[in-house]
């Protein structure tokens, strides 16, 4: 029958603290009815379950992404791919979108995903006379890893009605050169800006990337994700035509912009938790600051070499305290972007005021990414009760952008999962996939080693153990989203959700945690994405 599942002879971490470790795993309609011994689950499961012989390969709940973009997962797979993995400079760039110019008929837009300035030889953004020498006939547009900043060629900033004159967003930047001129370097709200001159996916284009980013979450053994920010009715439909069809790949709680999308829901009577296992809505979210890596975090001191910059507000600090006692006062849990430090004491400032003036029960507002942290922050983060979703993997990716900005004085405590746990903080790993990829063992590996992506060590005092990092990928995701009652854990009555790896995690080199494999990811007790082949 559908939902039922036998797991037998394994390792497998449960993450509930009266059964930590267990052989065997029973799952009756789509539901943990027992974990323990394997004579225990043979027993308890169904008659005929299909069974999977673990082989002593390890197991845990289904991994939970608490931060990440599926749709747009899916929509990168059509774009340019501009990894620095692949990429070492802006000739390899250019390379890449001319093959793209060769393919496709003048007009047509380029976008390339993934190219991260601090790890090009030039050490520096591509720019539109980059762009324009060989694609003077396609718009073209290149997006940092980040995501935050961006290169265009002059065809693009023309759609878009760019030009010496345009003034510069309040919450963003056009770099310019000596004589005024754009140099097709677009930060925050300069690449929205840009962005929005080019053709929408209609809706059955984000079915099909949802559909398609979604098996790459499976593949990653990744059974439940966060959507980081429905803005457009078309966004909300596909979702839900999925649901309904039963074709929707992973779990969504999904974050709704709060510009765009509070009031239509409050008029509606809804909120947070309003949905069911598979699609619910999520947090109110906003955008406090940018990013590091294009220098738009908002930080109390300044950036490396630039005593001028502190890094952009995405709005005035007021109007970002009174959305959030707005969504507050609605009954939503809100989750904030903000990676720079003033702009974490900012919302917590937002969350104390608004909780102040109208009291919840454990109303768990969010951080997103909550980057540079200190001891001060991190007791304002505890005594609040605010839940930390670091990017986990960003490490791995954004060192040298990190160092290079900051300086490694101020990244000491950067995504520090042990701090947080020195201080009682539920953190919930994230990807924010496809900022950086899926790989959810990259994410562990970076936890668990604190080193990059050539394996510098960045701060390995922050290094926690592997079952901590599991847990944070596991228990703490399903608490960020309130979903405690029902999944995170493997224990009698909470969702038949599973990951198997390929092998013994916990016998395998930590620097080698990211190469490891997922065997098997299972949803409802059902297998959803088996690895091939796979014997034992």
């Known amino acids: 029958m559908p939902g039922d599942l036998l797991l037998v002879n394994g390792r497998i971490r ?28 043979k027993a308890a499961a169904a008659p005929g379950s299909p069974a999977i012989d673990l082989a002593g390969r390890t197991a845990t709940p289904g991994l939970n992404d608490a931060h990440a973009h599926p749709m747009s997962v899916g929509l990168a797979l059509r774009d340019l791919d501009l990894s620095p993995e692949r990429h070492a400079a802006i000739a390899d760039l250019q390379g890449l979108v001319r093959e793209a110019v060769t393919a496709r008929p003048p007009g047509t837009w380029i976008l390339g995903r993934g190219y991260d300035d601090a790890r090009l030889a030039e050490g520096r953004h591509p720019t539109r006379a980059d762009l324009d020498a060989i694609a003077p006939d396609h718009p073209v547009v290149l997006i940092r890893m980040c995501h935050h900043i961006g290169a265009a060629n002059s065809a693009a900033l023309r759609l878009a009605g760019v030009n010496r004159d345009t003034p510069d967003p309040g919450d963003g930047r056009f770099d310019r050169d000596e004589g005024g001129e754009p140099t097709g370097v677009l930060r925050e709200g300069a690449l929205t800006l840009v962005r929005a001159a080019m053709p929408e996916p209609d809706e059955a284009a984000m079915m099909s990337a949802l559909e398609a980013g979604g098996r790459e979450f499976l593949r990653q053994g990744v059974t439940s994700t966060v959507e980081a920010g429905i803005r457009d009715p078309r966004e909300m439909r596909a979702y839900q035509r999925l649901r309904e069809h039963d074709r929707l790949p992973v779990r969504t709680y999904l974050m709704m912009m709060l510009d765009e999308t509070l009031e239509d829901l409050v008029s509606l009577g809804m909120r947070t938790g309003f949905g069911d296992e598979w699609l619910r809505i999520g947090p109110a979210k906003l955008f406090s600051d940018g990013s590091i890596g294009g220098r738009t975090a908002r930080m109390h001191a300044p950036y ?4 001028d910059n502190h890094g952009l507000w995405m709005m005035p600090p007021q109007e970002l305290k009174a959305k959030v006692r707005r969504a507050h006062d609605a009954g939503f849990q809100v989750g904030i972007h903000a990676i720079g430090d003033a ?6 400032d937002a969350y104390a005021e608004a909780q102040g003036a109208t009291p919840r029960p454990d109303p768990r507002h969010r951080i997103e990414h909550c980057s540079i942290v200190d001891d001060r922050i991190l007791g304002r983060i505890r005594d609040l009760g605010v839940i930390p979703i670091p990017g986990t993997a960003f490490l791995r990716h954004f060192r040298d952008a990190y160092i290079n900005n900051l300086g490694e004085w101020r990244i000491g405590q950067a995504y520090g999962m042990r701090s947080f746990a020195r201080f009682g903080i539920t953190a919930a790993a994230s990807s924010d996939a496809p900022v950086v990829p899926v790989n959810a063992l990259a994410g562990l590996r970076t936890m668990v080693t604190r080193r990059d992506i050539l394996g510098r060590p960045c701060n390995p005092e922050e290094a926690i153990p592997l079952e901590d990092a599991l847990r944070a990928y596991t228990v703490h995701g399903a608490y960020a989203s309130f979903e405690e009652g029902i999944k995170g854990m493997l224990r009698p009555g909470l969702l038949g959700d599973v990951t198997v790896f390929e092998t013994d995690l916990f016998a395998v080199d930590p620097d080698d945690l990211a190469t490891v494999q997922v065997d098997y990811t299972i949803a409802d007790g059902n297998v959803v994405y088996k690895r091939e082949p796979v014997s034992r």
């Open 14 to 41: 449960t993450m509930d603290p009266a059964h930590p470790a267990v052989s065997a795993v029973a799952i009756r309609m789509g539901r943990v009815v027992y974990a323990g011994d394997d004579a225990g689950a």
């Open 304 to 307: 490396e070499g630039e005593p």
């Open 343 to 348: 702009a974490i004491d900012l919302v917590l």
